[in-house]
């Protein structure tokens, strides 16, 4: 949490000099894989936020940047249980093919000749992804209060309620994502 709060104030202290193109797309990468998820959301949103937000959230669908690709082939072997990924596949893309903000994916050749698509978790992402939600889930009351008193409403238990279902119910299917064997 100290280094969000850390990552949050030189960005936003960055939003002031900065014109708002650069900064949604930024921060979110650097906060991780669940505000990387939960900007691509809002990145479609036009009703809830500016469109050059939008615009610029929009990036986050193909600008993930990947992990370490020792760190991915050493998950990769382990997930398979073998000492080397010559023992398993003919060859392995040097570089993913692709990333997003809870993997990546290499392409492979098996030992018997068929191309296969490799995807592979960032380490460490379901213990990231849950202390995401906590931390989402702890700020949504404070967003609906702030967003409700902009606008001029005063805020129920209900619109609390609301907002939290909606944070558990992203926060389901986020990590329902996580799970690969249900793909």
Same mark, same amino acid.
């Given at each position: 949490?100290?280094?969000? &709060?850390?990552?949050?104030? =030189?960005? $936003?202290?960055?939003?002031?000099? #900065?014109?708002?193109?650069?900064?949604?797309?930024? #921060?979110?990468? @650097?906060?991780?894989?669940t505000?990387?998820?939960?900007?691509?959301?809002? &990145?479609?949103r036009?009703?809830?936020?500016?469109?050059?937000?939008? #615009?610029?959230?929009?990036?986050?669908?193909?600008?993930?940047?990947?992990?370490?690709?020792?760190?991915?082939?050493?998950?990769? %072997?382990?997930?398979?249980r073998?000492? &080397?990924?010559?023992?398993?596949? %003919?060859?392995?893309?040097? %570089?993913?093919?692709?990333?997003? !903000?809870?993997?990546?994916?290499?392409?492979?050749?098996?030992?018997?000749? @068929?191309?296969?698509?490799?995807?592979?978790?960032?380490?460490?992402?379901?213990?990231?992804?849950a202390?995401?939600?906590?931390?989402?889930?702890?700020?949504?009351?404070?967003?609906?209060?702030?967003? =409700?008193? $902009? =606008?001029?409403?005063?805020? !129920?238990?209900? /619109?609390? /309620?609301?907002?939290?279902?909606?944070?558990?119910?992203?926060?389901?299917?986020?990590?329902?994502?996580? /799970?690969?064997?249900?793909e």
């Amino acid at each position: 949490i100290h280094q969000m &709060s850390h990552i949050l104030s =030189n960005e $936003i202290t960055t939003c002031h000099v #900065l014109s708002p193109i650069g900064t949604p797309q930024v #921060l979110a990468s @650097r906060l991780g894989p669940t505000f990387i998820k939960l900007g691509q959301a809002l &990145s479609i949103r036009t009703d809830l936020i500016p469109e050059a937000y939008a #615009l610029e959230l929009r990036q986050l669908q193909d600008a993930v940047p990947p992990f370490d690709d020792q760190d991915a082939k050493e998950v990769i %072997r382990k997930e398979l249980r073998v000492g &080397s990924l010559s023992e398993v596949f %003919r060859s392995i893309s040097d %570089r993913p093919i692709a990333s997003a !903000s809870i993997g990546q994916v290499y392409r492979g050749t098996l030992k018997d000749g @068929r191309d296969v698509a490799i995807k592979v978790q960032r380490p460490g992402i379901l213990g990231e992804i849950a202390l995401d939600l906590y931390v989402l889930r702890a700020l949504t009351p404070a967003q609906v209060y702030l967003s =409700n008193a $902009i =606008n001029g409403l005063k805020t !129920s238990q209900a /619109d609390l /309620d609301v907002a939290l279902q909606l944070v558990d119910e992203w926060g389901r299917g986020f990590v329902a994502e996580v /799970d690969y064997r249900t793909e």
